[in-house]
């Protein structure tokens, strides 16, 4: 059983909820980046029996700044895990709206598109310098590749509430013919999210051949997205990566 099937597994037996978010969620949303962690988005109460089932899983504590805890593998080139902790009232709706997927054989929840919006939003208002352009690549390729019409009032008061007006100005805004439409209802939560400014969510403990071969892993599952072959042929992409 892989890493994620287990974790999948074990949730469930301790009756635990979770949302993979991060760079996976972010290349099921159509933005096709590298990644070489696992992101998961957890309940603050849930901290003890999460980081219980990964000390069982074989993980130690790389980082602990509270609400982001950092965890390095059993074993070198496995993945690493990074869990961003929040309240019940802001967990609750971001699980609920979410979608649920297939990701390496397990069922798992992503958040919505607009829900992941807010999250980069937020990590970029309060990130540092060493990964701010990552998360800004993430919002201007994740608006462009779902057509996101910026000029909506919904978005602008999406970027505003999360972000800032800075980085709203940043991303060109020309409204893409059938642009996608924010889904109200999703947004309706104020979501209550953790601030770490000095967290640095890169991982660190990762080899460059452990690199590749995460990337030859992805590359079949990026394959599958709902969507990817129309935009491959839209974009005239006959080949994305070639190892």
């Known amino acids: 059983m892989g890493l ?5 597994s074990e949730a ?48 130690t504590v790389y980082r602990d700044k509270n609400a982001f805890v950092q965890l390095s593998p059993p074993t070198e080139g496995a993945w690493p895990v990074d869990l961003m902790m929040v309240r019940e009232p802001t967990f609750r709706p971001i699980f609920d709206h979410g979608k649920e997927i ?5 069922r798992v929840q992503i958040p919505t598109l607009e829900h992941l919006l807010a999250l980069k939003l937020h990590a970029l208002k309060h990130t ?16 462009k590749v779902n057509k996101v019409d910026l000029r909506s009032n919904g ?20 409204a893409p013919p059938n642009s996608f439409q924010l889904n109200e209802a999703a947004l309706a939560a104020d979501l ?7 967290f640095d969510s890169r991982p660190p403990r990762i080899d460059p051949q452990a ?29 994305e990566f070639v190892l």
Do not use: C
């Not at 540092?128 to 608006?143: I, P, S, T, Y």
């Not at 209550?192 to 000095?198: G, K, N, T, Y």
């Not at 892993?217 to 129309?230: A, Y």
């Open 12 to 59: 469930h037996n301790r009756h635990l909820q979770f949302l993979v978010i991060g760079g996976l969620a972010v290349n099921f949303h159509g933005y096709s980046r590298d990644t070489a962690d696992l992101d998961l988005l957890i309940r603050q109460d849930a901290r003890e029996p999460w980081l219980s089932l990964f000390a069982e899983l074989g993980y």
């Open 128 to 143: 540092n310098a060493g990964r701010f352009l990552k998360d800004f690549l993430d919002v201007e390729n994740l608006v």
């Open 192 to 198: 209550e999210l953790p601030v770490a400014p000095e």
């Open 155 to 174: 978005v602008r008061q999406m970027f505003l509430k999360y972000g800032t007006m800075e980085i709203y100005e940043k991303n060109p805004a020309p």
């Open 211 to 239: 690199m590749l071969r995460r990337i030859e892993e992805t590359m079949p599952w990026r394959s599958t997205r709902p969507g990817e072959q129309e935009r491959r042929l839209a974009e005239k992409i006959a080949v």
């Open 102 to 106: 297939e990701m390496y054989g397990a």
């Open 4 to 8: 994620f099937q287990t974790i999948n």
